[in-house]
T-cell receptor, first 116, second 117 residues
Framework: AQTVTQSQPEMSVQEAETVTLSCTYD???????LFWYKQPPSRQMILVIR??????QNATENRFSVNFQKAAKSFSLKISDSQLGDAAMYFCAYRLPSTGANNLFFGTGTRLTVIP | DTAVSQTPKYLVTQMGNDKSIKCEQNLGHDTMYWYKQDSKKFLKIMFS???????INETVPNRFSPKSPDKAHLNLHINSLELGDSAVYFC????????????????FGEGSWLTVV
């Protein structure tokens, strides 16, 4: 079964500090793509960062970076210099190359609160 | 310009009514999706179309009928609305259906909040 686990339903961080959101997944495939999506109170789903499983180098996007551990099937998101606008639900997801079956799997989300 | 746009953003309607949500993408993508996000925030795929052809149809009541007049549009029509249909419905698109290569990212619309009373 394809599953994504986000073990932290809620996290909080002080403004300007760093926080790490964890994500683990389970797949027998070797080729896949990993994503973090952000969902603010407006409910829009915003792509934060993505990682190709075949790349060893961790992806970074400004204050957002990932720690991708393929053998451990772990894909954590680090947010540096947290800002009030980072407060949101964060969803981890991965996508398998396939011929048309449902191939995008989401975790249950982590709610991040940023404390001023 | 919004890449994936859906209307209406908010919809409050009575049980038993029929309603539609429209979605358009201007990314030139071949594949479009409808996802449902329930009150617990869990995202579940409902349908996927590739170039107007239905490729994913998860276990969804047949009161839900998607329609894709062209590959840039995927509308969702819901008949005989029930209280349990209250949710946020997301339209999304990706370059292709396969999930590999540069077309692997799925882009979401802003969501349509449906409340059935």
């Amino acid at each position: 079964a394809q599953t994504v686990t986000q073990s932290q339903p809620e996290m909080s961080v002080q403004e300007a500090e760093t926080v790490t959101l964890s994500c683990t997944y389970d797949t027998s495939e070797s080729d896949y793509y990993l994503f973090w999506y952000k969902q603010p109170p407006s409910r829009q789903m915003i792509l934060v960062i993505r990682q190709e499983a075949y790349k060893q180098q961790n992806a970074t996007e400004n204050r957002f970076s990932v720690n991708f551990q393929k053998a451990a099937k772990s894909f954590s998101l680090k947010i540096s210099d947290s800002q009030l606008g980072d407060a949101a639900m964060y969803f981890c997801a991965y996508r398998l190359p396939s011929t048309g079956a449902n191939n995008l799997f989401f975790g249950t989300g982590t709610r991040l609160t940023v404390i001023p | 310009d919004t890449a994936v746009s859906q209307t209406p953003k908010y919809l409050v309607t009575q049980m038993g009514n029929d309603k539609s949500i429209k979605c358009e993408q201007n990314l030139g993508h071949d594949t479009m999706y409808w996802y449902k996000q329930d009150s617990k925030k869990f995202l579940k795929i409902m349908f996927s179309y590739n170039n107007k052809e239905l490729i994913i149809n998860e276990t969804v009541p047949n009161r839900f009928s998607p329609k894709s007049p062209d590959k840039a549009h995927l509308n969702l029509h819901i008949n005989s609305l029930e209280l349990g249909d209250s949710a946020v419905y997301f339209c999304a698109s990706s370059q292709d259906r396969y999930g590999g290569g540069p077309g692997n990212t799925i882009y979401f619309g802003e969501g349509s909040w449906l409340t059935v009373v």
